[in-house]
């Protein structure tokens, strides 16, 4: 395993463990960068503000298929959450490692039924 793969999937064991303190430790404290659907960041702190919150409805997360390309570490996930009733999304997270620290994260998947629960009418479109 390599050194990038090793603290991609350490991030997603603290994730899935809800230890937000060793999440943050695989974060670069300067630049940093999460893109999603739904979310952008570009301070780690905020980011792991964030993800306590999705920690309250995360229920396991289940790696089906990794790769990693100098530095570069994809994985092919699904993210099991607790709303109403358990539910599984699949998800697909690009990470880029320098120095031994996350320093850019970009996770891809369908937000349709995220923002019907978000977005009203009379909410401002992004």
């Known amino acids: 395993m390599t050194e990038s793969v090793r603290v991609v999937e350490n991030f997603l064991a603290a994730l899935a463990a809800r230890d937000f303190s060793a999440v943050r430790g695989c974060l670069a404290d300067s630049g940093f960068r999460y893109l999603s659907p739904i979310a952008q960041f570009d301070n780690p702190d905020d980011f792991v503000t964030s993800m306590e919150g999705v920690g309250a409805i995360l229920h396991k997360i ?15 996930l699904d993210f099991t959450v607790n709303l109403e009733t358990r539910r599984t999304r699949r998800t697909v997270q690009l990470a880029r490692v320098r120095d ?7 996770v891809i998947f369908d937000a349709t039924q995220f923002n019907r629960m978000v977005i009203t009418d009379e909410s401002p479109m992004p």
């Open 62 to 76: 289940t790696v089906l298929h990794r790769f990693e390309d100098d530095g570069l570490v994809c994985h092919v």
């Open 100 to 106: 031994g620290k996350l320093v850019e994260l970009e």
